[in-house]
């Protein structure tokens, strides 16, 4: 398992721990897991749990063959493949589901948050095939509350007639345009990624070492919160360096250029000190 845990099995590639490029690489960080997995382990794990865009971890999409690969290595090694679509689900990339992004269907989906409309619901989705749980083997307090059940009808009723899918493309366009350009001009935005409504700036202190710039998104948070705007931070990782972008589906353009205009404003106040 010592193995198993130091290979990443994940395709961040702005930083790339076998310091590789894509496409030469080949998706080699694949491979890589793969090897840990069936040379590394006591025995192989029943399952691969992944988000397919990482959240709290850095805000990473992966390149569009890496997750048809994760599922053949899955595959390969008789193992099944999970995929938290806890933050990616209902809309948030621009889709109903991050898989559809990938083209790869996992064996089982958990979801949440979005679902409810700011009520609180969990679930899960699996294959057919899979034995499911036995009655009374998974209950918890909030089971089957009316309410709860009646909001999430709601909310995927509102997400299909108010097209927000499409809402969550077209906003997140225009944000990553509008953020790619700021890259352009500010050596302290190390990097721009994300899907639909889901994106992630990468701060570094340096271009060429992409040293994290971990003081100034910390400052970053900070300074928008002092002009009106929650951007998020992710920091899970040991980076520190990640600003969020993450708004609600219904967010006005003009409230996320309100957000788009404090970020460049708080981005040339950094660079200038």
């Given at each position: 398992?010592?193995?198993?845990?130091?290979?990443?099995?994940?395709?961040?590639?702005?930083?790339?721990?076998?310091?590789?490029?894509?496409?030469?690489c080949?998706?080699?960080?694949?491979?890589?897991?793969?090897?840990?997995?069936?040379?590394?382990?006591?025995?192989?794990?029943?399952?691969?749990?992944?988000?397919?865009?990482?959240?709290?971890?850095?805000?990473?999409?992966?390149?569009?063959?890496?997750?048809?690969?994760?599922?053949?290595?899955?595959?390969?090694?008789?193992?099944?493949?999970?995929f938290?679509?806890?933050?990616?689900?209902?809309?948030?990339?621009?889709?109903?589901?991050?898989e559809?992004l990938?083209?790869?269907?996992?064996?089982?989906?958990?979801?949440?948050?979005?679902?409810?409309?700011?009520?609180?619901?969990?679930?899960?989705?699996?294959?057919?095939?899979?034995?499911?749980?036995?009655?009374?083997?998974?209950?918890?307090?909030?089971?089957?509350?009316?309410?709860?059940?009646?909001?999430?009808?709601?909310?995927?009723?509102?997400?299909?007639?108010?097209?927000?899918?499409?809402?969550?493309?077209?906003?997140?366009e225009?944000?990553?345009?509008?953020?790619?350009?700021?890259?352009?001009?500010y050596?302290?935005?190390?990097g721009?990624?994300?899907?639909?409504?889901?994106?992630?700036i990468?701060?570094?202190?340096?271009?060429?070492?992409?040293?994290?710039?971990?003081?100034?998104?910390?400052e970053?948070?900070?300074?928008?919160?002092?002009?009106?705007?929650?951007?998020?931070?992710?920091?899970?990782?040991?980076?520190?360096?990640?600003?969020?972008?993450?708004?609600?589906?219904?967010?006005?353009?003009?409230?996320?250029?309100?957000?788009l205009?404090?970020?460049?404003?708080?981005?040339?106040?950094?660079?200038?000190?």
């Amino acid at each position: 398992m010592d193995g198993a845990r130091r290979a990443r099995a994940e395709a961040y590639c702005y930083r790339c721990p076998l310091n590789l490029e894509l496409p030469k690489c080949k998706l080699a960080c694949v491979n890589l897991a793969w090897q840990a997995i069936a040379r590394g382990t006591n025995g192989l794990p029943v399952a691969l749990f992944m988000e397919p865009i990482q959240g709290n971890g850095d805000m990473i999409n992966f390149p569009p063959d890496y997750y048809p690969t994760i599922r053949k290595m899955c595959d390969g090694l008789g193992m099944l493949l999970i995929f938290d679509e806890i933050q990616t689900g209902f809309g948030r990339c621009g889709t109903w589901f991050a898989e559809e992004l990938y083209n790869t269907v996992p064996d089982i989906m958990t979801i949440g948050k979005g679902i409810g409309g700011d009520f609180p619901l969990f679930g899960f989705l699996a294959r057919e095939d899979l034995t499911p749980f036995s009655p009374g083997d998974h209950s918890f307090t909030f089971a089957h509350f009316p309410v709860v059940m009646t909001a999430a009808l709601a909310t995927i009723q509102v997400i299909g007639e108010k097209n927000l899918l499409e809402r969550a493309r077209t906003l997140g366009e225009h944000a990553t345009t509008r953020l790619k350009e700021m890259e352009y001009n500010y050596e302290l935005i190390g990097g721009v990624r994300g899907l639909g409504l889901m994106i992630g700036i990468e701060l570094v202190k340096d271009r060429k070492t992409k040293t994290p710039a971990r003081e100034e998104a910390h400052e970053f948070i900070k300074m928008g919160i002092q002009r009106g705007v929650i951007y998020g931070q992710s920091k899970y990782s040991g980076l520190g360096n990640i600003v969020r972008i993450k708004p609600p589906l219904v967010t006005t353009e003009a409230q996320l250029d309100r957000a788009l205009d404090v970020f460049e404003e708080i981005v040339q106040r950094l660079s200038d000190e």
